[in-house]
């Protein structure tokens, strides 16, 4: 009897181990990006003017690491998604990763003295959502929040929602729009005009 | 004989007039008489800025389903019973936010459809939703944002 418990026991705590430590894990790879990203900015020898291809190199690598652009681009094109060869929908996540870092990546450069603070996670999986909010100079506090799917042992970045705005849902109604009121090759000559 | 003829058709007047005020108060009250409509999904806001139960469910302006119930989860978040039509089918990257009618009217759930392959079923919980926004929380950002 007693001896059962105490396998009992060891076997409970084997089992709750794992799931403790995996709990976590979306908002640790979150965290390891966001300070890999911090440090590429704060690098003094990548400050001058003639080294921002190169930092740009890297902050690119860094981020694609934890963002799965191909969900991404196959949630904002939403059901025209299936639509679209194979071909295409590479053609088409390699455009939305370029708009997108044609309007963020200037922001994320603008850095200064932001604190990120990282509030709270939710895990559903294969899905989770972490929490956080940028402070920045003037002490106003952004919501930011991060949508995330396992890939294996990645967590990857599917959707970011800043100040309740989902980025998805705003491409979504815009691409949806433009693929209704034309069609999907004028979608993608407005995308390449774009990010010329 | 000419006396029942009357009666009986007052009678029929009656019956007729019950019926009638019962399909009133059911079609005004929405009260479901004939069972459930559509199914049933979920939806965890952040924040549901003053959404009441009865509100429509809109996709590209159509009412396809209205809220059920919404109550507090004990992360405090608040959890939205939502009731679709049967003949709207969604998938599970679609994404439901709340929005306002005109600037300062009720507020409804908006859906904007998915592509994914996955259907959601009656109970599933819409994952991917959008709290409303704090127009007010907003304006004091950029005031204050503006201070230095």
Redesign the interface.
């Given at each position: 009897m007693k001896k059962g418990f105490i396998i009992f026991t060891v076997l409970f705590f084997l089992f709750l181990i794992p799931v403790r430590s995996y709990s976590s894990e979306p908002m640790k790879q979150l965290r390891v990006t966001v300070d890999k990203v911090l440090e590429i900015l704060k690098r003094p020898d990548l400050k001058s003017p003639d080294k921002e291809e190169l930092k740009r190199k890297l902050l690119r690598e860094v981020i694609s690491e934890r963002f799965d652009f191909q969900e991404m681009a196959?949630?904002a094109?939403?059901?025209?998604?299936?639509k679209r060869t194979t071909q295409e929908k590479k053609e088409f996540v390699e455009l939305f990763r370029t708009l997108l870092e044609r309007t963020y990546l200037r922001r994320i450069e603008q850095y200064s003295d932001e604190r990120i603070i990282y509030k709270d996670e939710?895990i559903?999986p294969p899905?989770a959502l972490v929490k956080t909010v940028v402070v920045?100079g003037?002490s106003?506090?952004?919501p930011i929040d991060y949508?995330l799917i396992q890939r294996s042992n990645d967590w990857k970045v599917y959707?970011v929602?800043i100040?309740?705005?989902?980025l998805?849902?705003n491409y979504?109604?815009q691409f949806?729009q433009i693929i209704r009121s034309s069609s999907y090759e004028s979608l993608v000559e407005r995308l390449r005009k774009k990010i010329k | 004989m000419r006396k029942i003829d009357i009666e009986l058709l007052v009678g029929i007047f009656v019956i007729a007039g019950i019926f009638a005020l019962g399909y009133i108060s059911v079609n005004l009250g929405e009260l479901e008489v004939w069972g459930k409509k559509g199914y049933t999904l979920y939806a965890e806001f952040e924040g549901i800025g003053g959404l009441k139960p009865g509100a429509s469910v809109e996709i590209a302006g159509v009412t396809v389903g209205k809220v059920k119930s919404i109550r507090l989860t004990r992360d405090y978040t608040a959890l939205v019973e939502l009731e679709i039509n049967n003949n709207v089918p969604l998938q599970d990257d679609a994404i439901a936010s709340i929005k306002t009618k005109g600037l300062i009217g009720e507020k409804y759930v908006e859906i904007t459809p998915g592509g994914s392959e996955h259907l959601l079923a009656d109970g599933d919980k819409l994952r991917e939703t959008e709290s409303a926004v704090d127009l007010e929380g907003l304006l004091s950002k950029f005031v204050f944002g503006k201070v230095e």
């Open positions: 196959k949630r094109l939403a059901r025209h998604w299936r939710r559903e899905y920045t003037q106003v506090e952004i949508r959707d929602i100040e309740g705005v989902s998805v849902n979504r109604k949806v | -």
